[in-house]
Protein backbone atom coordinates (compact mmCIF):
# COMPACT_ATOMS: atom_id res chain seq x y z
CA UNK A 1 0.00 0.00 0.00
CA UNK A 2 1.13 3.60 -0.85
CA UNK A 3 2.43 6.03 1.88
CA UNK A 4 0.19 8.45 2.09
CA UNK A 5 2.16 11.93 2.90
CA UNK A 6 0.34 14.13 5.24
CA UNK A 7 0.87 16.67 8.24
CA UNK A 8 2.27 13.89 10.43
CA UNK A 9 5.25 12.47 8.17
CA UNK A 10 5.82 14.99 5.71
CA UNK A 11 8.64 17.07 6.63
CA UNK A 12 9.93 20.55 5.91
CA UNK A 13 7.07 22.64 6.44
CA UNK A 14 7.04 26.12 6.98
CA UNK A 15 6.31 27.82 10.57
CA UNK A 16 3.24 30.13 10.18
CA UNK A 17 4.62 33.29 11.70
CA UNK A 18 2.61 36.19 11.52
CA UNK A 19 4.65 39.14 9.88
CA UNK A 20 4.22 41.51 13.34
CA UNK A 21 4.03 41.74 16.41
CA UNK A 22 0.99 43.18 18.65
CA UNK A 23 2.56 44.83 22.18
CA UNK A 24 -0.22 43.86 24.60
CA UNK A 25 0.28 46.72 26.79
CA UNK A 26 -0.61 50.41 26.04
CA UNK A 27 2.20 53.47 26.73
CA UNK A 28 -0.39 56.11 27.63
CA UNK A 29 1.16 58.54 30.21
CA UNK A 30 -2.02 60.17 31.91
CA UNK A 31 -0.43 62.55 33.94
CA UNK A 32 2.35 64.33 31.98
CA UNK A 33 0.73 64.33 29.21
CA UNK A 34 -2.25 66.69 31.19
CA UNK A 35 0.24 69.31 32.75
CA UNK A 36 3.13 71.68 31.62
CA UNK A 37 6.65 71.29 30.22
CA UNK A 38 9.16 73.67 31.31
CA UNK A 39 13.16 73.46 31.06
CA UNK A 40 15.56 72.39 34.54
CA UNK A 41 19.04 74.21 34.81
CA UNK A 42 20.39 72.28 37.67
CA UNK A 43 20.38 69.23 39.86
CA UNK A 44 18.11 71.17 42.16
CA UNK A 45 15.47 72.59 40.34
CA UNK A 46 13.65 76.10 42.09
CA UNK A 47 10.96 78.27 41.32
CA UNK A 48 8.89 80.56 44.16
CA UNK A 49 5.05 81.01 45.01
CA UNK A 50 3.59 83.49 46.82
CA UNK A 51 -0.02 84.18 48.37
CA UNK A 52 -2.28 87.00 49.46
CA UNK A 53 -3.05 87.47 53.22
CA UNK A 54 -5.93 85.85 54.43
CA UNK A 55 -8.88 88.54 54.54
CA UNK A 56 -10.02 90.56 57.59
CA UNK A 57 -11.54 93.46 59.15
CA UNK A 58 -10.00 96.66 57.58
CA UNK A 59 -11.09 100.11 58.70
CA UNK A 60 -9.26 103.46 59.17
CA UNK A 61 -10.39 106.65 60.16
CA UNK A 62 -11.05 109.66 58.13
CA UNK A 63 -7.68 111.21 57.39
CA UNK A 64 -5.60 109.70 59.18
CA UNK A 65 -2.03 109.65 59.13
CA UNK A 66 0.68 106.85 57.35
CA UNK A 67 0.58 103.79 60.04
CA UNK A 68 2.88 103.20 62.05
CA UNK A 69 3.27 99.66 61.58
CA UNK A 70 3.39 98.40 57.57
CA UNK A 71 0.67 95.85 56.49
CA UNK A 72 2.11 92.33 56.60
CA UNK A 73 1.89 89.77 54.50
CA UNK A 74 2.83 86.60 53.39
CA UNK A 75 6.37 86.38 52.09
CA UNK A 76 7.72 85.04 48.73
CA UNK A 77 9.03 81.26 49.05
CA UNK A 78 11.04 79.27 47.37
CA UNK A 79 10.07 75.55 47.02
CA UNK A 80 13.04 73.01 45.22
CA UNK A 81 12.76 69.58 43.75
CA UNK A 82 15.45 67.46 42.34
CA UNK A 83 15.80 66.01 39.05
CA UNK A 84 15.88 62.23 39.23
CA UNK A 85 17.80 60.48 36.37
CA UNK A 86 15.71 57.91 34.37
CA UNK A 87 17.39 54.98 32.50
CA UNK A 88 16.82 51.78 29.60
CA UNK A 89 19.69 49.85 28.46
CA UNK A 90 19.58 48.07 25.60
CA UNK A 91 21.92 44.98 24.42
CA UNK A 92 21.55 43.11 20.94
CA UNK A 93 23.13 40.03 19.50
CA UNK A 94 25.03 40.71 16.58
CA UNK A 95 23.32 37.35 15.49
CA UNK A 96 19.89 38.66 16.38
CA UNK A 97 20.32 41.57 14.38
CA UNK A 98 21.59 39.61 11.22
CA UNK A 99 18.69 36.89 11.16
CA UNK A 100 15.40 36.99 9.35
CA UNK A 101 12.84 38.22 12.00
CA UNK A 102 9.04 38.50 12.29
CA UNK A 103 7.53 41.89 12.41
CA UNK A 104 11.02 44.11 12.54
CA UNK A 105 13.73 44.13 10.63
CA UNK A 106 16.23 45.38 13.12
CA UNK A 107 15.89 44.24 16.98
CA UNK A 108 18.16 47.02 18.03
CA UNK A 109 15.65 49.63 16.50
CA UNK A 110 12.39 47.63 17.84
CA UNK A 111 14.09 46.89 21.38
CA UNK A 112 15.09 50.68 21.49
CA UNK A 113 10.97 52.20 20.84
CA UNK A 114 10.28 49.22 23.13
CA UNK A 115 12.15 50.64 25.89
CA UNK A 116 11.98 54.40 25.32
CA UNK A 117 8.02 53.71 26.03
CA UNK A 118 8.47 51.68 29.17
CA UNK A 119 11.00 54.51 30.21
CA UNK A 120 8.48 57.22 30.16
CA UNK A 121 6.22 55.14 31.91
CA UNK A 122 8.10 54.46 34.88
CA UNK A 123 8.42 58.47 34.72
CA UNK A 124 4.74 58.43 35.15
CA UNK A 125 4.75 56.23 37.73
CA UNK A 126 7.07 58.60 39.79
CA UNK A 127 5.10 61.74 39.04
CA UNK A 128 2.03 60.08 40.54
CA UNK A 129 3.78 58.19 43.70
CA UNK A 130 5.55 59.45 46.30
CA UNK A 131 8.32 61.10 48.01
CA UNK A 132 11.98 62.83 46.70
CA UNK A 133 14.97 63.21 48.96
CA UNK A 134 17.18 60.00 48.42
CA UNK A 135 16.41 56.53 47.57
CA UNK A 136 18.35 53.31 49.78
CA UNK A 137 21.26 53.67 47.42
CA UNK A 138 21.98 57.42 47.32
CA UNK A 139 20.37 57.91 43.81
CA UNK A 140 18.68 61.15 43.50
CA UNK A 141 14.53 61.45 43.61
CA UNK A 142 12.13 63.74 42.80
CA UNK A 143 8.97 64.55 45.11
CA UNK A 144 5.78 63.14 43.12
CA UNK A 145 2.32 64.57 43.00
CA UNK A 146 1.36 62.71 46.75
CA UNK A 147 4.67 65.07 47.98
CA UNK A 148 3.29 68.60 47.09
CA UNK A 149 -0.32 67.75 48.40
CA UNK A 150 -0.51 69.57 51.88
CA UNK A 151 -2.11 67.25 54.65
CA UNK A 152 -5.19 70.01 55.49
CA UNK A 153 -6.41 69.15 51.62
CA UNK A 154 -6.01 65.40 52.29
CA UNK A 155 -9.02 63.45 52.86
CA UNK A 156 -8.50 59.94 54.81
CA UNK A 157 -11.58 57.37 53.60
CA UNK A 158 -10.96 55.87 57.23
CA UNK A 159 -11.52 59.04 58.96
CA UNK A 160 -8.20 58.97 60.95
CA UNK A 161 -5.44 61.10 61.96
CA UNK A 162 -3.55 62.43 58.88
CA UNK A 163 0.35 62.99 59.77
CA UNK A 164 3.16 64.43 57.93
CA UNK A 165 1.79 66.43 54.40
CA UNK A 166 4.05 69.47 54.68
CA UNK A 167 4.12 70.21 50.56
CA UNK A 168 7.56 70.59 50.05
CA UNK A 169 8.26 67.06 47.62
CA UNK A 170 10.21 65.79 51.39
CA UNK A 171 7.19 63.63 52.20
CA UNK A 172 3.85 62.65 51.75
CA UNK A 173 0.39 62.69 53.47
CA UNK A 174 -0.09 59.60 55.85
CA UNK A 175 -3.24 58.56 56.32
CA UNK A 176 -3.82 56.27 59.63
CA UNK A 177 -6.40 53.86 60.29
CA UNK A 178 -8.40 50.88 57.99
CA UNK A 179 -8.77 51.68 53.92
CA UNK A 180 -12.72 52.69 53.56
CA UNK A 181 -14.55 52.29 50.58
CA UNK A 182 -15.09 55.61 48.29
CA UNK A 183 -17.85 58.04 48.38
CA UNK A 184 -18.75 61.34 46.54
CA UNK A 185 -18.37 62.74 49.91
CA UNK A 186 -14.73 62.52 49.93
CA UNK A 187 -14.34 64.43 46.54
CA UNK A 188 -16.43 67.57 47.80
CA UNK A 189 -14.30 67.78 50.93
CA UNK A 190 -11.00 68.33 48.61
CA UNK A 191 -12.46 70.47 46.56
CA UNK A 192 -13.89 72.42 48.94
CA UNK A 193 -10.30 72.30 50.99
CA UNK A 194 -8.84 73.04 48.04
CA UNK A 195 -11.03 76.33 47.10
CA UNK A 196 -10.81 77.41 50.25
CA UNK A 197 -6.70 77.68 49.89
CA UNK A 198 -7.49 79.43 46.25
CA UNK A 199 -7.68 76.47 44.23
CA UNK A 200 -9.66 75.39 41.47
CA UNK A 201 -9.07 71.85 40.68
CA UNK A 202 -10.13 70.67 37.20
CA UNK A 203 -9.01 66.74 37.59
CA UNK A 204 -10.01 63.77 39.23
CA UNK A 205 -7.35 60.87 38.25
CA UNK A 206 -7.75 57.58 39.40
CA UNK A 207 -6.47 53.95 38.94
CA UNK A 208 -8.68 51.72 36.74
CA UNK A 209 -10.44 50.20 40.05
CA UNK A 210 -10.90 53.09 41.70
CA UNK A 211 -12.14 54.56 38.68
CA UNK A 212 -15.08 51.63 38.82
CA UNK A 213 -15.95 52.30 41.88
CA UNK A 214 -16.33 56.40 41.30
CA UNK A 215 -18.67 55.32 38.15
CA UNK A 216 -20.69 53.48 40.51
CA UNK A 217 -21.19 56.00 43.32
CA UNK A 218 -22.13 58.52 40.85
CA UNK A 219 -24.77 56.34 39.10
CA UNK A 220 -25.58 55.08 42.47
CA UNK A 221 -26.88 58.74 42.85
CA UNK A 222 -29.60 58.50 40.02
CA UNK A 223 -32.38 57.28 42.76
CA UNK A 224 -32.04 60.78 44.59
CA UNK A 225 -32.55 62.20 41.08
CA UNK A 226 -29.20 63.72 40.62
CA UNK A 227 -27.61 61.51 37.95
CA UNK A 228 -29.79 60.75 34.94
CA UNK A 229 -28.04 57.63 32.67
CA UNK A 230 -27.07 58.30 29.26
CA UNK A 231 -28.87 56.43 26.56
CA UNK A 232 -28.66 57.62 23.31
CA UNK A 233 -30.92 56.86 19.97
CA UNK A 234 -29.50 53.31 19.83
CA UNK A 235 -30.38 51.77 22.77
CA UNK A 236 -26.58 52.61 24.59
CA UNK A 237 -26.40 53.12 28.15
CA UNK A 238 -23.39 54.92 29.15
CA UNK A 239 -22.39 53.65 32.62
CA UNK A 240 -18.98 55.57 32.89
CA UNK A 241 -18.70 58.96 34.29
CA UNK A 242 -16.30 61.30 32.72
CA UNK A 243 -17.29 64.49 34.40
CA UNK A 244 -17.99 65.71 37.56
CA UNK A 245 -19.81 69.16 38.98
CA UNK A 246 -19.45 69.96 42.41
CA UNK A 247 -20.20 72.61 44.67
CA UNK A 248 -16.56 74.07 43.79
CA UNK A 249 -16.33 73.76 40.16
CA UNK A 250 -16.50 70.96 37.48
CA UNK A 251 -13.64 68.16 36.93
CA UNK A 252 -12.57 66.03 34.81
CA UNK A 253 -12.62 61.82 35.79
CA UNK A 254 -9.85 60.46 34.06
CA UNK A 255 -8.72 57.02 34.87
CA UNK A 256 -4.65 56.17 34.97
CA UNK A 257 -3.44 52.85 34.12
CA UNK A 258 -0.22 53.35 35.59
CA UNK A 259 -1.68 54.21 38.82
CA UNK A 260 -2.80 50.30 39.17
CA UNK A 261 0.59 48.96 38.98
CA UNK A 262 2.71 48.77 42.30
CA UNK A 263 5.70 49.69 40.63
CA UNK A 264 9.36 48.02 40.82
CA UNK A 265 12.78 49.40 41.34
CA UNK A 266 13.86 52.58 43.18
CA UNK A 267 11.15 54.29 44.87
CA UNK A 268 8.63 51.60 44.70
CA UNK A 269 8.09 51.19 48.73
CA UNK A 270 6.82 55.03 48.52
CA UNK A 271 3.16 55.26 48.09
CA UNK A 272 1.56 53.20 45.70
CA UNK A 273 -1.08 55.33 43.62
CA UNK A 274 -4.28 52.33 43.57
CA UNK A 275 -5.48 53.60 46.81
CA UNK A 276 -6.11 56.76 46.27
CA UNK A 277 -7.34 60.23 43.94
CA UNK A 278 -5.26 63.12 42.82
CA UNK A 279 -7.13 66.31 43.10
CA UNK A 280 -5.32 68.70 40.78
CA UNK A 281 -5.34 71.52 38.57
CA UNK A 282 -3.54 70.45 35.93
CA UNK A 283 -2.40 74.11 35.23
CA UNK A 284 -0.09 74.37 38.72
CA UNK A 285 2.17 70.94 37.56
CA UNK A 286 5.12 71.41 35.41
CA UNK A 287 7.96 68.84 34.03
CA UNK A 288 11.10 70.19 34.13
CA UNK A 289 13.43 68.58 32.10
CA UNK A 290 16.95 68.86 32.96
CA UNK A 291 18.18 66.25 29.80
CA UNK A 292 15.11 65.27 27.56
CA UNK A 293 15.32 61.55 26.28
CA UNK A 294 18.05 60.74 24.44
CA UNK A 295 19.24 57.59 23.22
CA UNK A 296 22.87 57.22 23.62
CA UNK A 297 24.64 54.86 21.27
CA UNK A 298 27.45 52.51 23.04
CA UNK A 299 30.63 51.23 21.01
CA UNK A 300 30.18 48.22 20.18
CA UNK A 301 31.24 45.57 22.71
CA UNK A 302 32.30 42.26 21.22
CA UNK A 303 29.82 40.88 19.07
CA UNK A 304 26.84 43.21 21.06
CA UNK A 305 25.24 46.04 20.33
CA UNK A 306 24.69 48.38 22.93
CA UNK A 307 22.60 51.94 24.07
CA UNK A 308 21.69 54.03 27.00
CA UNK A 309 18.41 55.90 27.08
CA UNK A 310 18.59 58.38 29.74
CA UNK A 311 15.96 61.15 30.70
CA UNK A 312 16.53 63.39 33.54
CA UNK A 313 13.53 65.44 34.84
CA UNK A 314 11.82 66.56 38.08
CA UNK A 315 8.24 67.59 38.70
CA UNK A 316 7.39 71.62 39.90
CA UNK A 317 4.71 72.09 41.47
CA UNK A 318 3.51 76.04 41.31
CA UNK A 319 0.91 76.35 44.14
CA UNK A 320 0.80 73.36 46.46
CA UNK A 321 -2.71 74.26 48.35
CA UNK A 322 -4.15 74.13 45.00
CA UNK A 323 -4.41 70.43 44.72
CA UNK A 324 -5.43 67.50 47.32
CA UNK A 325 -5.37 63.96 47.59
CA UNK A 326 -8.03 60.99 48.36
CA UNK A 327 -6.45 58.88 50.34
CA UNK A 328 -6.27 55.08 52.05
CA UNK A 329 -9.23 53.49 49.89
CA UNK A 330 -10.23 50.17 50.13
Not at 136 to 157: I, K
Amino acid sequence: MATVFNTTNAGSQREDLANFISNIVRDETPFMSSIGKTSAKALLHSWSTDELAVPGANNAAEGAGFPSTVSAGPEIVQLTNQTQIFTKSIEVSGSVEAVDKAGRKSEFKYQSTKRGKELMRDIEWALTTGKGVKSSSGNRLMGGFQSWVPAGNTVNASGGAITLGNATGADVPTSAGTAAAFSLSQVDQVMQNCYENGGRPNTLMMSPRVKRTFSTAAQGQAANGNVRRNIDDSGKLRQSVEIYETDFGVVKVVPNYVMGSTGSGAGAANAAADDNVLVYDASTFKMAVLRPLHHRDISEDGDRLRALMVHETTLECANPSANGLIDNLS
